[in-house]
């Protein structure tokens, strides 16, 4: 017998076994409420759609036809559009300053302390605080789609600017002395060849931040509020999926609650194709 | 010709004469000149005290065992050792006699006058093999002559033209390891510098693309002033005219090739180069 290659025990490769089926289980059972949740909004949900689902506005009456979503999908797209469009320049911005400028000095420490304490605050506060600032100081007017916006935007901010950070530190630092030692002063070192550079996973990032962000009803329910119609005037209140959602399970109808799993469908594929894309353009990013 | 480091850009004119310049074939050289350098890491006294002449239009060899300072000198030169948080330089480097340290020079001026090319190959991997070779006026912010002329100039000076011409479109990435380092020679010389840093610029490479990059030296010289790291003792013996040894951040002795490799004056010097100790 060979003393350097002993085969096996059996009693080792009993225990493998056993470890390899307990840890199949434990992953089985994990995913057992993912598939149930998705099996059962999917059953639900797809008998509500229709044509006529996503082409209506809520009507708002008890009697009769109830109208679809229109109004929820288009002010859900244009709140989160907005929010993307304040938070992604901020949230990438402060993430090159930490990574570019601040580095390890205190100033950098404390906003990436204060960024992670923002990625742990509840939703709902946020929504609150836009509420008091924006609506009940009564300044700029009541409710409306950009102060729902607004309190997305504050959600994804800190999102955005740890995967950003991230990202950006992914970048070899290489390129970084390489484009220098041209001659490159340091901001169009940025521009040219760190941003560029990073791109594909600041996108995945940002998808990944307003999937997030889709999905939030509490920063929307008191500043952009309930409304039926369809408004594509951010200074107005403005419907959303969430909001839809939250207010159509409330009722004691049938109907409305059958609108509210088609809405919560919508949701759920609209999040997953942003995912898609996220995972398609990390996959095309040359960092890994 | 003087070069032009101040904090004021160039006049078109300035820069005219300067790219003109430095695209003819024989261009006055520049010296530099180390007085009594020093560099730290933190606490760290990596260079200590160096004084030592680059030639014109000469090669300069520094080599030394590892950790003894020779990456450190070298970014001194072209002021990148200061991107390193916590670092620190004393002493004096001179292009001609203008001092790099003082405040009334721009460090992207130097950057531009004292190009460098790194251990292992760095081309921009967004770019195309164009795009990589025109980062270098682009990012030093160079304007003048046409970008397509100067691509393609920079690309032949570097020895890769002829392989490459047909596919400027397409990656610098996808080129092979050896190629990738020309290309980053040439992106180095795009700017028109003075002098070139190279920091074991062959080390990464196969001994073909070795000995290539080596007849480039050699022709580069005629044009730069060369400063070059290595390892490899044949390559400091073949491809320089001056050798400087150094050993714990000091230099121990600095003198034509020949003479480092056949008489050294210091012990220390004679035991390395005969492979004793390093
Ligand atoms: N970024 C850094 N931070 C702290 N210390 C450093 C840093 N880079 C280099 N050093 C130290 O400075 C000294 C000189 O390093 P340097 O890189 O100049 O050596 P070298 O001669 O180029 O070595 P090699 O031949 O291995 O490249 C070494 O002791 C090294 O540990
Ligand atoms: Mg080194």
């Known amino acids: ?288 | 010709m003087t070069v032009s480091l101040s904090t004021h850009a160039e006049t078109p004119l300035e820069q005219k004469r300067r790219f003109e310049h430095g695209g003819t074939t024989m261009a006055a050289g520049h010296r530099v000149s180390l007085k009594n350098l020093s560099a730290w890491y933190e606490d760290q006294h990596a260079v200590k005290g160096v004084d030592l002449d680059f030639e014109p239009n000469k090669v300069t060899a520094i080599i030394g065992p590892s950790g003894c300072g020779k990456s450190t000198l070298l970014r001194c030169i072209n002021r990148m050792h200061e991107e390193i948080p916590g670092t620190r330089v004393e002493g004096e480097v001179l292009l001609d006699d203008q001092a790099l340290y003082s405040d009334a020079v721009d460090v992207t001026a130097v950057r531009r006058a004292i190009g460098m090319v790194f251990q292992k190959p760095n081309p921009f991997p967004t770019m195309s093999i164009f795009d990589n070779v025109a980062a270098g006026p682009r990012l030093s912010g160079t304007k003048g002559g046409d970008l397509r002329e100067r691509v393609e100039r920079s690309l032949r000076s570097a020895a890769l033209w002829d392989e490459v011409k047909d596919r400027l479109n397409q990656p610098g990435i996808g080129l092979s390891g050896g190629q990738q380092q020309r290309l980053c020679i040439a992106r180095a010389i795009s700017v028109e510098p003075e002098v070139v840093l190279m920091d074991e610029p062959a080390s990464a490479l196969d001994p073909a693309s070795t000995l290539r990059i080596e007849e480039l030296v050699e022709e580069l010289k005629t044009r730069y002033t060369i400063v070059i790291v290595t390892h490899n003792m044949q390559q400091a013996a073949r491809a320089s005219d001056t050798t400087a040894f150094m050993l714990d951040g000091e230099l121990i002795e600095a003198g034509p090739t020949e003479k480092i490799f056949t008489k050294p004056d210091d012990e220390r010097t004679e035991r390395y180069v005969s492979g004793k100790f390093g």
């Open chain 1, 1 to 288: 017998m060979n003393a350097v290659l002993r085969p096996v025990s059996k009693a080792r490769k009993r225990r493998d076994l056993a470890m390899r089926a307990s840890l199949g289980l434990a992953t089985a059972l994990a995913l057992v409420p993912l598939v149930l949740v998705l099996g059962y909004v999917a059953k639900r949900g797809l008998g509500a759609w229709s044509w006529h689902f996503f082409s209506t506005d809520p009507t708002g009456s008890f009697l009769g036809d109830p109208g679809g979503i229109k109004s929820a999908i288009l002010g859900t797209i244009l709140m989160v559009a907005l929010a993307t469009a304040i938070s992604v320049p901020v949230g990438v911005g402060v993430a090159l300053y930490l990574t570019e400028y601040g580095k390890n000095s205190w100033f950098a420490k404390a906003v990436r302390y204060f960024v992670d304490v923002m990625t742990g605050v509840p939703s709902i506060v946020f929504g609150l605080f836009v509420f008091i600032v924006l609506i009940l100081s009564g300044g700029v007017g009541g409710y409306a789609g950009w102060k729902g916006s607004v309190a997305l935007s504050l959600l994804m901010l800190p999102v955005v600017t740890r995967s950003a950070e991230v990202v950006l530190l992914l970048v070899p630092h290489t390129l970084r002395e390489s484009a220098l030692a041209l001659g490159s002063p340091r901001w169009r070192m940025i521009a040219k060849v760190v941003l560029p550079t990073a791109l594909p996973g600041l996108v995945t990032g940002s998808l990944l931040a307003v999937a997030r962000a889709a999905g939030e009803t509490a920063p929307l329910l008191f500043t952009a509020a309930i409304v039926n119609g369809t408004s594509l005037n951010l200074g107005q209140r403005m419907n959303s999926l969430p909001v839809q959602i939250f207010t159509d399970v409330g009722q004691a109808q049938d109907r409305l609650v059958a609108r509210a799993w088609g809405a919560a469908l919508t949701l759920v594929v609209l999040v997953l194709l942003l995912t898609l894309v996220a995972r398609y353009m990390s996959r095309r990013s040359r960092l890994t």
